[in-house]
């Protein structure tokens, strides 16, 4: 139904910069929230970012001042912007969109969550 691509990840130097990309794509009615979590070798999944569909934004305390979220709504896409990487930043990137599918004869469907693949950042010292 719902699908959601990632790209941008790869390998940069500490100090670097790299811009995340996720598309949603499918049998959207509506999407709310859209966001960036990270999960690092060994440890838990931990959410980077989120943006409301009005744009408020919300970042981890270890994120804020370097990375910068944004959608484009017309597109169904969110972005995140990671500056002064450090290697600590290491980790699997995932896109996260809670969105509404579409029903016949105008009725929207439950809300999910729905993720993308994936892509992997790695910072080198």
């Known amino acids: 139904q719902v699908q959601l691509v990632e790209s941008g990840g790869g390998l940069v130097q500490a100090g670097g910069s790299l811009r995340l990309s996720c598309a949603a794509s499918?049998?959207?009615?509506?999407?709310?929230?859209m966001g960036w979590y990270r999960q690092a070798l060994g440890k838990q999944r931990e959410l980077v970012a989120t943006?409301?569909?009005?744009?408020?934004?919300n970042y981890a305390d270890s994120v804020k001042g370097r990375f910068t979220i944004s959608r484009d709504n017309a597109k169904n896409s969110v972005y995140l912007q990671m500056n002064s990487l450090k290697p600590e930043d290491t980790a699997a990137y995932y896109c996260?969109?809670?969105?509404?599918?579409?029903?016949?004869?105008?009725?929207?469907?439950?809300?999910?969550?729905?993720w993308g693949q994936g892509t992997q950042v790695t910072v080198s010292s």
């Open positions: 499918g049998n959207i009615f509506s999407i709310n929230v």
């Open positions: 996260n969109a809670n969105i509404r599918t579409r029903r016949t004869g105008s009725l929207s469907g439950t809300a999910n969550d729905y």
């Open positions: 943006i409301a569909s009005g744009g408020r934004t």
